[in-house]
């Protein structure tokens, strides 16, 4: 449930404990967003900076992402490995315990992929293909978001899949969300009884503020001030970085 929207939010505590677990959203949050998503680069400061924070917080430092595990993999390298993962809004997880944890793709997703892939080419979209999900971003062409969501949303009912909004895209998905990830990894070894902390941007981060909040946590809000779940907020990614910067020098 979202709050009203007070006049702002302080950041969040800086001082990570023993007993905290720490889940962050990937775009928008630990990298600028950007015209297509193939244009994300992480730098190797970040990619290290998490590596330590995961080595003090063994099991307990999670990406939570709309990407898939792949594309997270890709980007990090083999530092993945160290991190807890959370892909396609949570239908494939990885964990130390458990390993890669995916459903099957099902036909009619590779039916609805082939129809935004569609849409994006009849009207000049960036088409993005996922492991469980298909996206239109209309970052470069504003206009066409009424658009976009409105073929967007045909598809997903036509398919039964999940309609996913998202700052400057749409998507349509296999059914999850990343409270749902969130509440599951909590249940690993690793996390069981820990507070999950969620960094995220988007108002698809917001299920995960509300599941955050609800077992003990918090949800930090990344970018502008609005109507959220969230309990602190953090300006920008910069700031997401100068944040993890001091909780690694302040890890138990």
Avoid at 98 to 108: L, T, W
Avoid at 224 to 248: I, S
């Amino acid at each position: 449930m979202l709050s009203p929207m007070p006049a702002d939010l302080t950041p969040p505590p800086t001082r990570l404990s023993a007993t905290d677990s720490l889940f962050l959203d990937f775009d928008g949050t630990l990298v600028e967003l950007a015209d297509n998503p193939e244009a994300v680069h992480v730098s190797a400061a970040l990619a290290d900076r998490l590596d330590a924070l995961a080595a003090h917080m063994p099991g307990r430092l999670a990406i939570v992402s709309g990407r898939s595990i792949a594309q997270l993999d890709a980007l990090f390298g083999p530092q993945a490995q160290h991190f807890t993962l959370a892909g396609s809004h949570g239908a494939e997880r990885r964990t130390p315990e458990d390993g890669h944890s995916q459903p099957e793709r099902p036909a009619h997703l590779a039916t609805a992929t082939e129809e935004m892939q569609a849409v994006a080419q009849a009207h000049d979209l960036y088409f993005e293909t996922k492991s469980f999900g298909a996206g239109l971003h209309y970052r470069r062409n504003p206009d066409a978001e009424p658009l976009a969501l409105r073929e967007a949303a045909a598809i997903a009912e036509r398919h039964g899949l999940t309609l996913q909004p998202g700052k400057m895209m749409v998507e349509v998905r296999l059914p999850g969300d990343k409270g749902q990830a969130i509440e599951t990894l909590m249940e690993t070894p690793a996390m069981r009884g820990t507070v999950p902390i969620f960094l995220g941007d988007d108002v698809t981060d917001e299920d995960g503020f509300a599941a955050a909040a609800a077992l003990g946590g918090a949800g930090v809000l990344v970018g502008p001030m609005r109507e959220t779940a969230a309990h602190y907020r953090l300006p920008d990614v910069a700031a997401v970085h100068q944040w993890l910067a001091r909780a690694l020098e302040n890890a138990e």
